[in-house]
């Protein structure tokens, strides 16, 4: 075993030498990240408009946490909520709609908000015209329009909209709001240079009070929490150890002899033995603490074997058989020869025998049963 070891600690070291070499020389590849992420700077996340809005002094930062954690005395935030990847729970929705009614507002910016805060939506088809309109009647050029429409309800007001209906629109919730805007891309790196796409998004900032309060960009629905791999949470030297630790601890257990896959079924549990009967008789004479009769088979087996091997009659009592028993039970001490057919007589005779009695006499048959058979 210590030679199986020794040869394979230079293999081991030789295989951690190769995956240290190849961490450090391979290409680095680049970051994939998910679209509409504020740390994203591919043309689908949203890194331009945050890091403008830091610039401009806002007081802004990221939220990845549950709702459940939002402040609960501060009033006057802005979450903004950029096409979210799954529609939050009916817990974490009741959490969002208390941020708001706290005096709070919630910019949610999605394809299709349906089943969103009890939001409304109609499928419209293609847009007919890249022009949108708010709230005073000034105009803006688009390239990027949903193919979804809002139906607004009565006290709510609506911020921008086309000749197929509404695009934005703001409603109260308690001391807060909430702004609903069906035009996500507007907001992307790769768009909002775009036509008249960055004056539009200011505009859905503005009337959430984005110059005043403070901006959270909500990342809990981009995955927040539980979003982040391994390979991000951890450092590549502390994976790289717990792969040696894999490797060393697999070759041990492989070198213990540990046994890997399925349990192999015993052949007792399979095959039926010729001896079943004998177990049987054994356990019912156990069990009735019948200790004299099976020494009495026992002994008449032996003097049986007497008589088959040497030619010892059976009818001779147990008394007459030390002369010849002595005779070729050389490895048997005289002694013990006269003590046992001494002792055989007078056990047999009893009327009743102890389980202790019965074990040692069982033994001692049976040392004289393997004498004979022996020879």
Do not use: C
Request: charged letters at 30%; proline letters at 4%.
């Amino acid at each position: 075993m210590k030679l199986t070891i020794k040869r394979w600690i230079p293999l081991v070291g030789l295989l951690g030498v190769f995956i240290v070499i190849g961490v450090f020389l391979s290409p680095e590849k680049l970051k994939e990240y998910p679209a509409y992420v504020s740390e994203s700077p591919s043309p689908t996340g949203v890194k331009a408009l945050y890091t403008y809005l830091e610039n401009e002094g806002n007081a802004i930062s990221r939220w990845s946490l549950s709702p459940d954690r939002l402040s609960r005395k501060e009033s006057g935030q802005l979450l903004i909520m950029a096409e979210p990847f799954t529609v939050p729970d009916q817990e974490e929705m009741e959490e969002y709609e208390d941020f708001m009614r706290r005096g709070n507002t919630i910019l949610l910016l999605k394809d299709n908000p349906k089943g969103m805060f009890d939001i409304k939506t109609e499928m419209i088809d293609s847009p007919i015209l890249p022009l949108v309109r708010d709230g005073k009647g000034n105009t803006y050029e688009t390239d990027a329009l949903s193919g979804v429409r809002l139906e607004e309800e009565e006290g709510d007001k609506v911020l921008l909209d086309d000749v197929d209906g509404t695009i934005a629109y703001k409603t109260d919730v308690g001391q807060g709001s909430l702004i609903v805007s069906t035009t996500p891309a507007w907001m992307t790196n790769g768009s909002i240079l775009e036509k008249d796409h960055l004056s539009l998004i200011l505009l859905l900032l503005k009337e959430g009070g984005a110059e005043e309060g403070t901006i959270l960009f909500d990342e809990f629905l981009h995955g927040g929490e539980s979003g982040a791999s391994l390979a991000t949470l951890y450092p590549q030297w502390l994976l790289l150890l717990l792969l040696h630790s894999a490797i060393f601890i697999l070759l041990g257990l492989w070198m213990q002899g540990k046994r890997f896959g399925g349990i192999l079924t015993p052949r007792e549990e399979m095959v039926r033995f010729s001896d079943e009967r004998i177990k049987a008789l054994s356990a019912w004479y156990l069990k009735g603490k019948q200790y004299r009769a099976s020494l009495l088979i026992q002994a008449d087996y032996v003097r049986l074997l007497f008589q088959e091997r040497w030619g010892i009659p059976t009818s001779k009592e147990w008394g007459d058989l030390k002369e010849p028993l002595e005779r070729r039970l050389q490895t048997v001490s005289e002694k013990e020869i006269a003590s046992f057919l001494t002792g055989i007589k007078g056990v047999l005779n009893k009327e009743r025998i102890s389980k202790q009695e019965y074990v040692m006499w069982s033994k001692r048959i049976e040392l004289f049963r393997k004498e004979v058979e022996d020879r």
